[in-house]
């Protein structure tokens, strides 16, 4: 189980009651139904945006903020959309909650609380973009590796000091770093219980890009956008051919195929595009006909002068 709250803990970390709260237009419907929820939840057509909301302990990820998540990655499996995961109050989660990590023993360990959620939003559908503002520690950390887009602002520290509470990072940072950033600055990670600023996590690719505090939903929509124009059915099979293991290749890559290639989407698709080339290549074709004529209609000079 992963914790890691370098940072001095504010508020008692109790959990709090109820579930994810939904939202249209990104609040929640009254005050206190914020207060309760660990999560607000806002649903649009072609993506889904899940917001911590635990701002008093810095979104520490408690067991309620787990199984909200739960039932909003069931949501997601069920009608697959892209997913934006982000913060509250400039953290996006400063870690497991090390009140309730504190009273956890051998049995709470072996059922891998937070591991299960995090493998279980690595392998949503469509891809999940994570907004990292401030800290994202420990099990923030961890749920931003397990996502596959990761955005921060110059504010974001991200690490596993985990070691420093008696515990290791058992959440997805002792296999996914290593893949995401390499052997050396992973163990430089996990066992030295570095945390990097934002620049040097875009640098090594831990984040994909840094941009200022008031452009970071902005960024992060925009990327959605870009998802949510492909294919939707393109997109999900893209994402499990790449996170399939090397030995299951070609085959997979294969079969994704062939079934794309059956759908009345890659054949819109893609008529589409021959369409707007067989345009632009008649508007090509036109201009150069047009430009011949006007060049026709010119009066032309003799070596005198005069007009021919």
């Excluded at 959440?171 to 570095?194: D, M, N, S």
């Excluded at 690719?205 to 492909?230: M, Q």
């Amino acid at each position: 189980m992963s914790a890691g709250d370098a940072a001095p803990n504010r508020g008692d970390g109790s959990a709090p009651n109820g579930g994810a709260t939904s939202a249209s237009d990104g609040m929640a419907g009254t005050t206190s139904a914020m207060e309760a929820s660990p999560l607000i939840v806002e649903r649009r057509s072609d993506r889904t945006i899940i917001r911590l909301n635990r701002p008093e302990v810095r979104n520490a990820i408690d067991l309620n903020t787990v199984e909200a998540l739960h039932a909003v990655c069931a949501e997601l499996e069920a009608e697959p959309k892209v997913a934006i995961i982000t913060g509250s109050d400039g953290v996006f989660a400063a870690g497991a909650d090390i009140s309730q990590m504190r009273n956890r023993g051998r049995e709470e360990a072996l059922a891998g609380i937070n591991s299960r959620i995090f493998s279980r939003i690595h392998d949503l559908p469509m891809p999940v973009i994570a907004l990292v503002e401030g800290y994202a520690l420990g099990g923030g950390a961890e749920l931003a590796f397990a996502s596959d887009f990761r955005i921060g602002t110059p504010s974001t520290k991200i690490g596993n000091p985990e070691p420093g509470l008696g515990i290791i990072a058992s959440a997805g940072a002792a296999w996914r770093l290593r893949e995401l950033v390499g052997e050396p600055r992973a163990k430089e990670i996990l066992l030295a219980g570095r945390t990097l600023q934002a620049e040097e996590a875009k640098a090594i690719g831990l984040l994909n890009d840094v941009v200022d505090p008031e452009d970071l939903e902005i960024a992060g929509h925009a990327l959605a956008d870009r998802i949510a124009s492909f294919a939707p059915l393109a997109v999900r099979l893209s994402k499990s051919a790449f996170q399939a293991p090397r030995e299951a290749h070609p085959l997979i890559d294969n079969v994704a195929q062939a079934v794309l290639f059956e759908t009345e989407e890659k054949y819109a698709r893609m008529d589409a595009f021959l369409e707007k080339r067989e345009a632009k290549k008649r508007a090509k074709a036109q201009a150069v006909a047009t430009e011949a004529m006007d060049q026709q209609r010119e009066p032309r000079t003799d070596e005198r002068g005069s007009t021919e």
